[in-house]
């Protein structure tokens, strides 16, 4: 069984459209992110939310909007795609979250995303 | 701000050798630090956690220390083989917050 799924694993789409990205953890995790990885393989957050409510908001152009339907989903939507989205996007999950607790983050696949 | 970062980009090693690697932290006092491992399209992994009130911690080739003087940890691999070889990330939250924040990786590559 897959812990944290992502879906697509890769997405090909043209400047200006809008596109979504789905994710599901099956582990019962109270916080769910959002990351970013650049050409680099920079990791960087980008949404965290806990029991459904956003927690972080990393200075993402709110073009990206994140959507929590229940603790066990958050999908990602972005408007408007430019060159630079191009990146991969993964999806995390972790028990707890905050400095008080120190449970791992357990990533999806992420998802390839080229923008042209 | 806090940030974290690991000095190398990339090392190559020797299988057999011991790999070492460097996590600096600065402008804060982290509770923690966790050690991740990530292959070439996959998500990271964790690996170790290791808390500021302790120095060590192994788990079978690997082992992870914490120095709160010198604000760092490193991470070791031991009698390290081929299939050791990924992108290891250094990660733990800033203060106070659900801020998980990412070292820039070390890749890896053991040499057989």
């Known amino acids: 069984d897959t812990a944290v799924s992502q879906t697509p694993k890769y997405l090909v789409t043209q400047m200006g459209n809008d596109k979504s990205i789905k994710c599901e953890q099956n582990?019962?995790?109270?916080?769910m992110y959002w990351y970013k990885q650049d050409s680099k393989k920079f990791l960087k957050i980008m949404f965290s939310?806990?029991?459904?409510?956003?927690?972080i908001n990393e200075t993402v152009p709110n073009r990206f909007s994140p959507k929590s339907p229940d603790k066990a989903h958050l999908n990602l939507h972005i408007n408007s795609l430019e060159l630079g989205d191009s990146a991969v996007y993964f999806c995390a999950s972790s028990k707890v979250g905050g400095l008080s607790y120190n449970s791992p983050l357990h990533f999806g696949n992420g998802t390839r995303l080229t923008v042209t | 701000s806090q940030k974290i970062e690991q000095n190398s980009e990339a090392l190559n090693i020797q299988e057999g050798k011991t790999a070492t690697l460097t996590c600096n932290y600065t402008?804060?006092?982290?509770?923690?630090l966790q050690w991740y491992r990530q292959d070439p399209g996959r998500g990271p992994v964790f690996l170790l956690l290791i808390r500021e009130n302790e120095k060590e911690k192994r788990k079978e080739r690997l082992k992870v220390t914490f120095d709160t003087t010198l604000k760092q940890s490193l991470f070791h691999i031991t009698a390290s083989q081929p299939a050791d070889s990924a992108t290891y990330l250094c990660g733990t939250t800033t203060s106070g917050t659900y801020k998980y924040i990412f070292g820039t990786g070390t890749r890896l590559k053991v040499l057989a």
């Open positions: 939310y806990n029991n459904k409510e956003l927690i």
């Open positions: 582990l019962g995790h109270d916080t």
């Open positions: 402008n804060y006092s982290p509770a923690y």
